[in-house]
């Protein structure tokens, strides 16, 4: 399969004379539309008149008084949500030859860093939603590549005003994270509800709502369908670390800015967090309609981790994995010996970690894992994003193959998958 670039969508970082740039593309289509619109003009013959009664008609064009029900679906969904949506912006410190320096201040080229200590200037925007009022608090969940470098952060509200956020906590693994605001700033906004991801069907309603290229064109909406659930979506973000959603897929156009806004379905409650998209393939093939969502399930997890402590702890089993389809017959008929005909899915285990959790459980290479807890995994993130809805403490079951037969193992979650991920280098070297 080709291998393809996930891209992340917060809005690019503005470049100068954006404005210039951006107003110069704005006048070139509205060019190109007066020159359609010219031949159409021309080839209807509308330059002439074809009055043949000789009255004059000039003025008596009016506005048809027929009202058209324009309600559905989607606009009912949109009106539940659209308030909570909010534009997330990145402040960073001010370079000292960027042109907001040299408008108000420190604009010597030749002047130390130091001369713009505490000055911040607009480096990104993405998207948000509002999904929980509590005291004095409002909190706002977003991508955690929309906030990522950030000394300071700014939340535009539907309404147009703008308040200070601050970070609550972040997750790279998932790319999510978590802000907070003065819950009077957003009295008058009813915060999102999260639906339910695990019953997404494919082919229903799929809307997303955000800020496409930044605020200037805040709470956007696009619609379309669930195009695929369970899409495994690993890219790197800026400080290398890896990123690994379960997602959601959808033909909803998702745009830079989109990022860290709402999937919302019929109802009008989130399903998913807005992440990234493929625009080309790795043969320069162009992409459209292909963006992705962190679902919801797997978000209320890790904001509710991060809201309590800041951060997420996550509990690790021990072994590294390969995915059974991408096994080839010939390797399973040498190291995954009569596995049943009817086992075309799950996790086969490559190595066990001493004295890990699935070592304590009793796991060995080659055993080949098809649910943890009641839950199904067919590939490795499905196993992962299960695992991650335990805690540390937990025990878990887990089922596999081994000779052929099916079996069950209680593991006790002890370890944080950070700490497996140091052990088994250790046992490596």
């Not at 509308?46 to 029900?69: E, F, H, I, M």
């Not at 709402?262 to 292909?290: H, M, R």
């Not at 070592?359 to 992962?384: F, S």
């Amino acid at each position: 399969m080709e291998e393809k670039d996930f891209i992340p969508t917060p809005s690019p970082k503005k470049p100068r004379n954006g404005l210039k740039r951006f107003l110069t593309g704005v006048a070139g289509g509205v060019v190109g539309a007066g020159v359609i619109l010219g031949i159409f003009y021309f080839a209807n013959g509308l330059g002439s008149s074809n009055n043949t009664s000789g009255s004059p008609s000039a003025g008596s064009t009016q506005v048809s008084n027929v009202k058209v029900d324009s309600s559905s679906d989607i606009t009912e969904a949109v009106e539940k949500a659209q308030d909570a949506v909010v534009s997330v912006v990145n402040l960073q410190n001010a370079q000292s030859n960027s042109d907001w320096s040299s408008i108000f201040g420190g604009g010597n080229s030749q002047s130390d860093s130091s001369d713009n200590s505490g000055a911040l200037e607009e480096s990104s925007e993405g998207s948000g939603v509002i999904y929980k009022v509590e005291g004095n608090t409002a909190y706002i969940v977003t991508n955690n590549h929309v906030v990522e470098g950030q000394n300071g952060l700014e939340v535009l509200l539907s309404d147009g005003s703008k308040v200070t956020a601050e970070l609550v906590g972040t997750d790279s693994y998932t790319d999510l994270a978590v802000l907070k605001v003065d819950s009077d700033k957003v009295k008058d906004i009813t915060p999102a509800t999260f639906g339910d991801s695990d019953n997404l069907k494919v082919g229903e309603t799929a809307i997303a709502i955000g800020s496409p290229l930044g605020s200037q064109y805040a709470n956007s909406v696009t619609s379309g369908i669930i195009s695929s659930l369970n899409r495994q979506v690993t890219s790197q973000n800026e400080e290398g670390q890896t990123v690994n959603i379960n997602a959601i897929q959808t033909d909803a156009a998702i745009n830079p800015g989109n990022s860290g806004g709402p999937l919302v379905n019929a109802a009008g409650q989130v399903v998913g967090i807005n992440s990234s998209k493929i625009v080309q393939t790795e043969s320069s093939v162009s992409v459209e309609g292909i963006g992705f969502a962190i679902p919801s399930n797997d978000v209320v997890s890790v904001i509710n981790q991060i809201e309590t402590s800041g951060s997420v702890s996550r509990p690790g089993l021990g072994v590294s994995m390969v995915d059974l389809a991408n096994i080839t017959s010939e390797q399973q008929s040498q190291f995954l010996k009569n596995l049943p005909e009817s086992v075309t899915q799950g996790v086969v285990v490559a190595n066990v970690t001493a004295g890990t959790p699935a070592d304590e459980a009793g796991l060995k290479q080659y055993d080949v894992i098809t649910k943890i807890g009641d839950t199904e995994v067919d590939t490795g993130v499905e196993l992962q994003s299960a695992l991650y809805k335990h805690k540390i403490g937990d025990t878990v079951k887990i089922t596999y193959y081994r000779d052929g037969k099916e079996e069950t193992a209680e593991a006790k979650l002890t370890m944080d998958a950070s700490q497996l991920t140091s052990s088994a280098s250790n046992q490596n070297q």
